[in-house]
């Protein structure tokens, strides 16, 4: 139902996230939390250097491929040098993260990912995340994941908690986009294939509305605003 990215939008919001990146040729990228590699083998193909990272040997063995070298690491720590990337994309992961991490003593997996992105990546490397996110909690406290219902849902946060991640790694924002609807049209899938509506909600809190963003932030060089 969800297609070969299994994620909203598939590959085609990953191909308008890699034109609003404008990355150069030959850049090196990773595709973190890769999967069976459907994003690392298109950033192959539009003439990049790919690493694609996972803890899931079977998915490894699958996203191996010309151009692309897979690597068995977990977001948090990254086997990479300090400023050596142009970009990370980043699909789905920091909800997963959040809600496997939601019922632990120590939160907030998706921050580490978020701050070991950074120190990967260049000054001006760009970071794209495409993610769940709680729509209708502006101005809300307590946004993480703690007290959350299972599912990725769980691990889903508002915007402002978002940006605010972003820019305590020195992530600067510079796109910011809504695609609900393409959640909508997935859940309305999914439920046509005979899932539970009940099943889709869960992990959602009183007074949110599960959403669907595309963001893109580069890192700032040391010193700059």
Not at 75 to 98: I, K, M, N, Q, T
Request: hydrophobic share 50%; net charge neutral; with cysteine.
């Amino acid at each position: 139902m969800a297609g070969e990215a299994l994620r909203p939008g598939g590959l085609a919001l990953t191909c308008r996230a890699l034109g609003l990146a404008a990355l150069p040729q030959n850049a090196l990228v990773a595709d973190l939390g890769c999967g069976p590699g459907a994003t690392a083998r298109l950033l192959a193909r539009a003439g990049h250097r790919v690493l694609a990272l996972d803890l899931s040997d079977a998915s490894l063995a699958v996203a191996q491929g010309p151009g692309v070298t897979a690597i068995c690491a977990s977001g948090h720590r990254l086997p990479l040098a300090s400023g050596c990337l142009d970009a990370v994309f980043c699909e789905c992961v920091l909800s997963a993260a959040d809600a496997a991490d939601s019922g632990a003593a120590e939160s907030g997996s998706a921050d580490k990912i978020l701050a070991e992105t950074a120190r990967v990546l260049s000054p001006g490397g760009v970071l794209v995340v495409s993610d769940l996110y709680l729509r209708g909690l502006a101005g809300a406290p307590g946004l993480s994941a703690a007290g959350a219902a299972g599912g990725c849902l769980a691990g889903a946060r508002g915007r402002e908690e978002l940006e605010a991640g972003l820019a305590a790694c020195g992530l600067a924002l510079f796109v910011f986009e809504d695609h609900s609807r393409l959640l909508a049209e997935l859940a309305g899938r999914l439920i046509f294939a005979g899932m539970s509506p009940a099943g889709l909600s869960d992990g959602c809190r009183s007074g949110a509305r599960p959403g669907y963003f595309l963001c893109l932030a580069r890192k700032t060089a040391p010193g700059a605003p």
